[in-house]
């Protein structure tokens, strides 16, 4: 089948090279040139696992293609694939001027039937909006379908391929039938193709990750309590973690959550909540304690040295929001670099991946310096301060750690270590709904 897919972010290029994989021509539209001479010379232009080798596999066989014209993406096209980006204004609705600027764009370049699909996140009613502007400029027969994604960063391509579900969209016949065949190759082991109108659709993507959202935000709140009462926040999440009407899944406590989708999805269907009159007051309360979970690790810091951290240097493990990615959106540890640099401290930072990123749209914050590796960035630190879970950090040299550092002070955002490790070594070590050790 051939394929446009306009965008080539961390969706976009996913999907066109998972789609790319099953045999499909691919051409992936974006108006950055210097990027799309980047993925024509065969470099992927973000980190994630395991995407690197399917598109090279794929850009040497010519079945993904890449171009800066949308009049060439989409010629010939069957299914037009939209993975524009819909960031938050100001009041914290989704901007759809991408989105809606190329659907007046692609009217005028449609010549047989097209399957036009929203795969950003939009919000609902969106669909309706896209086939007006586009239907203003043609007369060719056209559908368009909402087909959200359920890409976790850092495991995107494993869940393109294999997905729990597929959801589409459309009331249109002939453009499920399009799009059944589309995806056939990725339900072959009986998951489901989930078919609904165009608005159930939008809805789905939001509902999901804002649910998530709020069972992270939750757990943070028992963990916080659980420090005040003098319980064990592990012991708790595996303790309801059993019960499969909870599930396992996004109960770890830590310091708030991040990335490109659940503050903006969650701000978003919060917006639309708004707009039509209905006060949504546990998404309310799920903003509220993400917001302050940010914060939780720096106030541990400050109380820690009464209140006074001007001239301490802290070595900072993780940029990135969450582990196997580069995304920096809405990390966490970018609050805690604002707020101890704000407060007169020093950060040295590492991050396997993320730190480039960091470098680029960062670059005036003051004493902020980064690490060539994990342990350089200790040596003369007078604590060290862990944002993300990579697994580069979960079975360190303790000796090594207390060697560099001044005093052997650990304050762990997302519980990397045992309490019973951090004492037999000797560690201060203050975690997330957990006993301080001592």
Known sequence: ???????????????????????????????????????????????EPDLESLFKRNVDNGRLTFTDSLAVGVKDAEVVFLALPTPPGADGSADLSYVLGVADKL???????????????????????????????????????????????????????????????????????????????FVRQGNPILYMEERSAEMTKYAANSFLATKISFMNEIANLCEKLGADVDAVRLGIGSDERIGKRFLFPGIGYGGSCFPKDVLALHHTANEYGYDFRILEAVMNVNDNQ??????????????????????????????????????????????????????????????????KNYSTIKNLRYAKDEYSALKGADALLIATEWSLFRGPDFAKIKKLLKAPVIFDGRNLYSLETMKDEGFYYESIGRKVVE
């Open 294 to 359: 940010k914060q939780r690790l720096v106030n541990k810091v400050i109380n820690y040295y009464n209140g006074n951290v001007e001239g301490k240097t802290f070595a900072l493990w993780g940029l990135a929001f969450k582990p196997d990615t580069d995304d920096i959106r809405e990390a966490p540890a970018i609050e805690i670099i604002k707020a101890l640099t704000q407060a007169g401290a020093k950060i040295v930072a590492y991050d396997p991946e993320a730190m480039l990123v960091v470098k």
């Open 107 to 185: 009217g005028p370049l449609l010549k047989n039937y097209t399957v036009i699909v929203d795969k950003s996140t939009v919000p609902v009613g969106t669909s309706e909006q896209v086939r007006l502007h586009i239907s203003k400029n043609t007369k060719i027969d056209f559908d368009v379908a909402s087909n959200p994604e359920f890409l976790r960063e850092g495991f995107a391509v494993s869940d393109f391929m294999k997905p729990d579900r597929v959801v589409i969209g459309t009331k249109s016949s002939k453009a499920q039938k399009v799009l059944s065949m589309l995806y056939a190759p």
């Open 1 to 47: 089948m051939r394929i446009a897919v306009v965008g080539t972010g961390y969706v976009g290029l996913v999907t066109g090279t998972c789609f790319a994989e099953t045999g499909n021509n691919v051409v992936c539209v974006d108006i950055d040139s210097e990027k799309i001479k980047m993925m024509r010379a065969g470099r992927v232009p973000i980190y």
